[in-house]
């Protein structure tokens, strides 16, 4: 632990109360009796893997980093939500925001939000599936649209920084693990669904099971065809993936295939006062396009492989790695008439090869129990994208970069006594960028722009964790942590990394340099659990410095003033008996600036309030069961005001209500998601305030109303 680092949590005194009372505690912990750890799922995630049951009564895992808030959400509750969307889904975890665009189809292009990063959520959220990271080294983000919902069997959602030593990069706001199912242990059997609903939706969704001996296999697949709520929304998805698992007592392997392809039209923001004239959009015709020609189509192929093997007893020794390369066309075009006259076109490949060796070892440590996670992650991400006006024409850039990351990281977990564990770890990791661009101003569009200067950096940065855990008896414990963890630009973010014009709009060179942000983070809190009550609630507050922002009106990205994040996260569940169950939860976020021209001001799209409810009852002996969810948000800011001088986004909620019924083989169900019809938005540009009339002036992205979806299925 550096000295700087050490400081800071010395200035906070009951961190430096916690440590030195571990360092005492630990003085005297090798007369208490040795208490057995929870296992590691080495498998699926690099969390803890202790016990505890779901809010239908089903058993689950409880995942978690030693001192840290965490949540999961069962393959039950997924199959039973009403949510159309994945991200939808986890928004329902308090501390999560979702920030949609494009109409909100099936959350696609949708991101996810932990703890109030804004318009940089989907970086600061670092998300994995079965404990691979997803997070790509682009700015894209992961489209969860693209992941079959029926092959989920959790998610892992842990918040604040501290899975920044498990896994690295990305890990500021949290880190959301999606733990997809496989054929080992289940009967064999194949599930056919369809179904239709409104906007034209046709879908359809199957999976099947297999499992003889030692061996076992999975297969999930889904199509889904909409017009979209939105002019210009049409939206096609194709998702498919397969898992070939060996198991036996102290050896396993496993092959794992995905793939997807997806279309999807960009309708653009709805003004509320249109170019050139006093019309507002938003209010006329807030299913209109402003950009009706414009589209983005992505296809992605994904290959993992690894194996499990027992060394010793309570040592195991885990290997995977896996290639995964996503393919991204886009067209962006000027004019609302045909024929559309091209602006830019985007063709772009991402190819990222990896390799994640680990040790897991659950040895007692000077008689004490203790668990260990050590091992080596590397990444070689390889990203070309063709930018010519046109497609087909002659690029005016062609962006070519290459990053290496090499991570070694050590995380502990001690019982220093039966009712009380502590844990630390860190990480180092070695990241290497090479950065060209190809500029050719002779190409269309060339004359008005500019190149990139060539970057070559190497950087060190490292994450740390110091977390503790005490149970007083059955039913409450505490928990506290502090960690430091770190981001490094995306490429976009280095593509897009300063003004292209001078203040005269002459082009001026650019280079694809950006500081790398850090944060520091601190959290405490306590889970109760009371007969049929369960909470957990803690209190985090979160220092970062060299943010990474992009400005949407100039288009460049920049390293923001040092900014905070502070709040509160509740959950509940009262589980009423095995056939009716409530949920709830609320959020308190606050993210603010603290030094530099905008100090005190709220940092834009982060809604300070938060809360969600839910009820799941078995009517009647699963013939007939309810699910209901209602999520509420405050207002939050527009993009691009940092000086909070215009309106905000207004405070909204959703109710969404599910009807479904098993018998026999045969399964349906009938979903009425924003049962209300509220017309709402959780996005928006605002213009920036030069003059009282730019007050209330500001492209919103309008998400649809009133929907209905009706599917039925069958089990073989």
Do not use: C
Request: a neutral charge.
């Amino acid at each position: 632990m550096n000295a700087r680092y050490k400081s800071r949590l010395l200035r906070r005194p009951a961190l430096a109360a916690f440590l030195l009372a571990s360092t005492a505690i630990f003085a005297v912990a090798h007369a208490q009796a040795p208490q057995q750890l929870p296992q590691i799922n080495v498998d699926a995630t690099r969390l803890y893997d202790g016990g505890t049951t779901g809010v239908d009564g089903s058993s689950a895992p409880a995942l978690r980093i030693v001192g840290a808030a965490t949540s999961v959400i069962t393959r039950q509750e997924i199959a039973g939500s009403p949510a159309q969307s994945i991200q939808d889904i986890i928004a329902q975890v308090p501390g999560v925001q979702v920030r949609t665009l494009f109409g909100g189809v099936d959350g696609a292009r949708s991101s996810v939000d932990l703890r109030g990063y804004g318009a940089a959520g989907s970086s600061n959220t670092l998300i994995l599936i079965n404990g691979r990271r997803l997070t790509d080294f682009d700015l894209q983000g992961v489209d969860l649209a693209a992941i079959p919902r029926d092959s989920i069997e959790r998610i892992e959602v842990t918040r604040g920084n501290s899975g920044a030593v498990l896994y690295g990069d990305n890990a500021v706001g949290g880190v959301i693990n999606i733990v997809t199912r496989t054929g080992a242990g289940l009967p064999n059997q194949a599930r056919i669904e369809g179904g239709f609903g409104s906007f034209q939706r046709r879908e359809g969704n199957g999976s099947a099971t297999v499992s003889s001996g030692p061996y076992s296999a999975a297969i999930f697949g889904n199509i889904v065809d909409t017009d979209g709520y939105r002019q210009n929304n049409t939206y096609r998805q194709r998702n498919g993936s397969g898992e070939i698992r060996y198991t036996t007592p102290d050896f396993s392997a496993f092959l794992n295939l995905s793939g997807d392809d997806q279309h999807l039209g960009l309708p653009g923001g709805r003004s509320t006062r249109e170019f050139g004239t006093n019309i507002n959009q938003l209010a006329t015709n807030r299913r209109g396009a402003a950009t009706p020609f414009d589209y983005g189509d992505q296809q992605g192929l994904n290959a993992t492989a690894g194996f499990t093997k027992n060394l010793w007893n309570g040592g195991d020794l885990i290997v995977d790695g896996g290639v995964r390369q996503k393919n991204q066309q886009a067209g962006f075009f000027f004019g609302t008439v045909p024929p559309p006259v091209p602006g830019n076109y985007v063709d772009t490949d991402l190819t990222t090869y990896s390799i994640t060796p680990r040790l897991s070892i659950t040895n007692p440590l000077f008689g004490l129990p203790s668990r260990i996670l050590t091992g080596i992650d590397y990444y070689d991400a390889n990203y070309k994208s063709n930018r010519p006006q046109a497609q087909g024409g002659l690029p005016v850039h062609i962006y070519d970069l290459q990053q290496q990351s090499l991570g070694a990281y050590w995380q502990q977990t001690v019982g220093i006594l039966s009712t009380t564990d502590v844990s630390y770890g860190g990480r180092i990791q070695r990241i290497s960028l090479d950065a060209r661009d190809t500029f050719n101003p002779l190409a269309p569009g060339g004359f008005f722009d500019s190149g990139h200067a060539p970057l070559n950096t190497n950087e060190t940065q490292h994450a740390l964790h110091a977390g503790f855990e005490h149970r007083f008896n059955q039913n409450i414990a505490v928990f506290g942590r502090a960690a430091r963890a770190f981001r490094t630009p995306n490429v976009d973010e280095r593509v897009a990394s300063g003004p292209a014009f001078d203040a005269f709009f002459n082009p001026i060179p650019q280079t694809f340099g950006l500081r790398t942000q850090t944060s520091y983070d601190y959290e405490g809190g306590f889970r109760l659990k009371a007969g049929i009550l369960e909470v957990q609630s803690s209190v985090y507050d979160t220092y970062l410095k060299n943010e990474l922002q992009f400005n949407p009106v100039t288009f460049f990205n920049r390293n923001l003033d040092p900014t905070r994040r502070y709040g509160s996260e509740t959950s509940a569940t009262l589980r009423i008996d095995p056939n009716l169950a409530f949920r709830g939860g609320i959020a308190l976020t606050r993210a603010v600036f603290r030094e530099g021209p905008f100090k005190g001001n709220d940092v834009p799209l982060v809604s300070p309030l938060t809360a969600s409810a839910g009820v799941t009852w078995n009517i009647w002996q699963r013939y007939l069961v309810l699910d209901a969810t209602a999520r509420y948000w405050s207002q939050r800011r527009f993009d691009n005001d940092q000086s909070n001088l215009q309106t905000k986004i207004p405070a909204n909620g959703t109710v969404d209500l599910k009807l479904s019924g098993e018998y026999d083989r045969l399964f349906w169900s009938f979903t009425v998601n924003n049962l209300f019809d509220t017309k709402y938005y959780d996005y928006g540009i605002a213009r920036v305030v030069t003059a009282p009339a730019d007050v209330g002036v500001f492209n919103a992205y309008p998400l649809p109303g009133r929907t209905f979806l009706l599917k039925a299925g069958f089990k073989l």
